[in-house]
């Protein structure tokens, strides 16, 4: 008898231990998620446009010490402009914890579903019926987030957890166009190309964890110019002779009230030297932190979208889309 309740006992600290470390494993993952949750550098707010916007444009953003509305539309041809967006019906945030006693990773990935739209316009600023249209899209993003436990007296547990560093985030949708590299350079007065400031590469971008405390930092209201480079592989729609098959956007900010597109070109003009290399360039002023504060954190969303996504309503849809988090800082 004495055997039967020591394996009896033995089988219920077992237990209760497992329990014990169950429950604790689901309030470690829950005060994870929170913190994703209130982290303003991750997720995915500011990658749709709530509809068809000028190819370059700011809304809601600090521009030159005045927040305001810029929108210059690209005149495409002779006829008509273009305009695009998206419309998000729904999304989706799965993340899958790896826990460890100091540290934790996860693995997130966001699923995004709405409307492409592509509006055409002509020169009174009339729709085009024969020329706009949307299409259903779904875009896959992936990126990694690092947790550290770090010592806090305040705590009860004399301990916290706080986001370390997380890797740019990485998808989009199909497999006709990818994203090389990106750089990013300071300008002059006088508008010539200075320092590189920041390069990333595909190589080396789903492991690249950049720190939390030290994320790409731009100067409110100075010159930079981006520099993309692209893969296409085809088969390539064309809309005129330069044979370009693909544009590229930087889309900045940080939700869909505050943000801005620039539209980086292939073109062999302005800060682009050779024509139809896949190499996409495009300068901006950087925008401001925000009226009466110091710094921000914001986002942005490169991305590369082939012409038959563009222009063919049932050309398909594809796109890759790197997301990286950057400070914006007042001189």
Not at 276 to 305: A, C, K, L, Y
Not at 314 to 327: A, L
Request: negative net charge.
């Amino acid at each position: 008898m004495k055997n039967i309740i020591i394996i009896i006992s033995l089988s219920i600290f077992i237990m209760n231990g497992c329990v014990d470390n169950s429950s604790m494993m689901e309030d470690t993952e829950s005060i994870l998620m929170a913190l994703l949750t209130e982290d303003e550098a991750v997720g995915v707010d500011g990658f749709d446009s709530g509809g068809d916007m000028d190819l370059d444009h700011d809304v809601g953003l600090e521009t030159e010490g005045a927040a305001r509305t810029l929108s210059d539309t690209l005149s495409f041809g002779e006829g008509y402009r273009i305009r695009f967006g998206r419309q998000l019906v729904d999304r989706e945030r799965t993340v899958e914890f790896e826990t460890g006693e100091d540290t934790a990773i996860g693995l997130i990935t966001h699923t995004v579903n709405g409307d492409f739209i592509v509006a055409a316009m002509d020169t009174n600023q009339n729709a085009i019926d024969s020329l706009s249209f949307s299409k259903e899209f779904t875009t896959v993003l992936n990126r990694k987030v690092r947790f550290i436990k770090v010592d806090d007296p305040a705590s009860p547990d004399g301990y916290r957890w706080k986001i370390d560093a997380l890797t740019p985030m990485v998808g989009g949708s199909g497999d006709k166009v990818a994203l090389v590299d990106l750089s990013f350079y300071s300008l002059t007065d006088s508008l010539e190309v200075n320092e590189l400031l920041y390069f990333f590469s595909s190589d080396e971008l789903g492991d690249l964890y950049i720190n939390r405390e030290s994320l790409p930092v731009f100067t409110s209201f100075s010159r930079v110019v981006a520099y993309a480079n692209v893969t296409n592989n085809g088969p390539e729609y064309t809309t005129d002779n330069t044979g370009i098959g693909e544009w590229v956007f930087l889309n900045y900010g940080r939700n869909s009230n505050q943000r801005g597109r620039r539209h980086l070109h292939d073109s062999g003009l302005f800060f682009d030297q050779v024509m139809n290399d896949n190499i996409h360039s495009g300068g901006m002023r950087v925008h401001g932190p925000g009226p009466g504060q110091i710094r921000g954190v914001f986002r942005t969303f490169i991305e590369t979208v082939d012409l038959a996504t563009m222009f063919v309503s049932d050309g398909g849809y594809n796109t890759n889309v790197w997301s990286i988090p950057y400070r914006v800082e007042r001189p």
